[in-house]
Each structure stands twice: as structure tokens, then as C-alpha cells.
Nanobody, 120 residues
Framework: QVSLVESGGGLVQAGGSLRLSCAAS????????MGWFRQAPGKEREFVAD?????????TYGDSVKGRFTISRDSGKNTVYLEMNNLNPEDTALYYC????????????WGQGTQVTVSS
């Protein structure tokens, strides 16, 4: 069973940067994709970015973060990163790491979330 632990959230001023990390453990062999999602108070969960777990680092991004956020992975450390630049208050949310297993069409393993707060 895969487990995910996020870290790196915090408080930052508008225009600043943060890097989130997500460490995977357990059945990582069965992971197909890793992704980041976020949810702000009173809003629906939003897709941020995802990356293929093996092979070519194929990535996709949500429209609201394109050009500002970068997802990457370190396969040796079973860790996925989300580099967030030029943050603005609209990026304030609880950020979740998620994994999609080979057998699943949807993200089916979730971390506990890490809070990102951007002050104006």
C-alpha cells in the first residue's frame, strides 16, 4: 500500500516562492502517475500538475499555474516536487499530493495535505 507524505508548505509573500515535496513509500512499483492538487476554503479541489512516475518525465499543468509552477521527480528518492514561483494570494490553499496506481483510472492514494498561504 502506497503512502504519501507532503512537506514544504508555509507562509510566503506575494511574488515569493515555495517548494513542496511528496515522499512516497510502500508499493511504489505500482504507481503510474503522481500529481498535485489544491483546495481553497469554499472551493472545489483543483488539479495543479502531474508527472509520469517512470520513463520520460511527461508533465501536465493546470491553466492557473502554467509558467509559474514546475513539477519534477527524483526516482531514487521516491519523491515528487512542486516548485512554485511568483505566488499570489489566489494560490492560497491546502495542497495535496496524490498517486494513481497502474490499475486505476483516477488518483486513488492521497497525502494529508500541506498548507500554503500567500499574503498580499
Amino acid at each position: 500500500q502506497v503512502s504519501l507524505v507532503e512537506s514544504g508548505g508555509g507562509l510566503v509573500q506575494a511574488g515569493g516562492s515555495l517548494r513542496l515535496s511528496c515522499a512516497a513509500s510502500g508499493g511504489t512499483f505500482f504507481i503510474n502517475n503522481m500529481g498535485w492538487f489544491r483546495q481553497a476554503p469554499g472551493k472545489e479541489r483543483e488539479f495543479v500538475a502531474d508527472i509520469a512516475w517512470r520513463g520520460l518525465m511527461r508533465t501536465t499543468y493546470g491553466d492557473s499555474v502554467k509558467g509559474r509552477f514546475t513539477i519534477s521527480r527524483d526516482s531514487g528518492k521516491n519523491t515528487v516536487y512542486l516548485e512554485m514561483n511568483n505566488l499570489n494570494p489566489e494560490d492560497t490553499a491546502l495542497y495535496y499530493c496524490a498517486a494513481r496506481s497502474i490499475q486505476s483510472a483516477q488518483y486513488n492514494v492521497w497525502g494529508q495535505g500541506t498548507q500554503v498561504t500567500v499574503s498580499s
